[in-house]
């Protein structure tokens, strides 16, 4: 079974650029989310979808990030404008019940 | 506020001994937990997982304890082999929560051959 697929796994970007985050669940999986992974701390839900729902999104910077999911499969996530304290690992994760997820290697994004 | 709580940033631990990491939570309507294990540059990797109607999940050589009136939770890794270094993070997941995992800040887990 092919796991959670992410693209870029590195991004170096200058402030006040915008970047943008692809993530391709396990096949069948309904629930997907996008987790942000700060040095030294756990990983953070930023937005939650069931099929191409949004369940939750409490915990997402809407003035400058930004989620679809379009046709209840693929995700992006994106970023415009990034900050300094944007920088972080962008893990998106999938599954197919609502509590064990299985997450992709992340995308390393440094914002200088 | 952080609700869920792994105190001890390090753990070192002697080839073939026990690795005993531990995780305290706050929100009292947390009803599921999860063992993840984090490998450098990989994204965390299911452990374990324990209901709060249990107090024991064992799964070969990895075992959870639940102590609910504690808030308390441990993962026992017997024996500990060198491939076991890695973080683990301990997650929370509170009932009608939809399955958001609230983690902790981890603990890195050192087996020493």
């Known amino acids: 079974e092919a796991g959670v697929a992410q693209s870029p796994r590195y991004k170096i970007i200058e402030k006040r650029q915008s970047v943008a985050f692809w993530c391709n669940p396990i096949s069948g999986h309904a629930t997907l989310y996008w987790y942000q992974q700060i040095l030294g701390q756990g990983p953070k839900l930023l937005i939650q979808f069931q099929n191409n729902g949004v369940v939750d999104d409490s915990q997402l910077p809407k003035d400058r990030f930004s989620a679809e999911r379009l046709k209840g499969v693929d995700s992006t996530l994106k970023i415009q404008p990034a900050k300094l304290e944007d920088s972080a690992v962008y893990l998106c994760a999938s599954s197919p019940w609502v509590v064990e997820a299985f997450f992709g290697q992340g995308t390393r994004l440094t914002v200088v | 506020d952080q609700q869920v709580k792994q105190n001890s940033p390090s753990l070192s631990v002697q080839e073939g001994r026990i690795s005993i990491l531990n995780c305290d939570y706050t929100?009292?309507?947390?009803?599921?937990f999860l063992w993840y294990k984090k490998y450098p540059a990989e994204g965390p990797t299911f452990l374990i997982s324990?209901?709060?109607?249990?107090d024991k999940n064992e799964d070969g050589r990895f075992t959870v304890f639940l102590n609910k009136s504690a808030k308390h939770l441990s993962l026992h890794i017997v024996p500990s082999q060198p491939g076991d270094s890695a973080v683990y993070f301990c997650?929370?997941?509170?009932?009608?929560?939809?399955?958001?995992?609230?983690f902790g800040k981890g603990t890195k887990l050192s087996v020493k051959p």
């Open positions: 324990i209901s709060s109607i249990k």
């Open positions: 929100n009292s309507m947390f009803d599921y």
């Open positions: 997650a929370a997941s509170a009932e009608g929560s939809q399955g958001n995992l609230i």
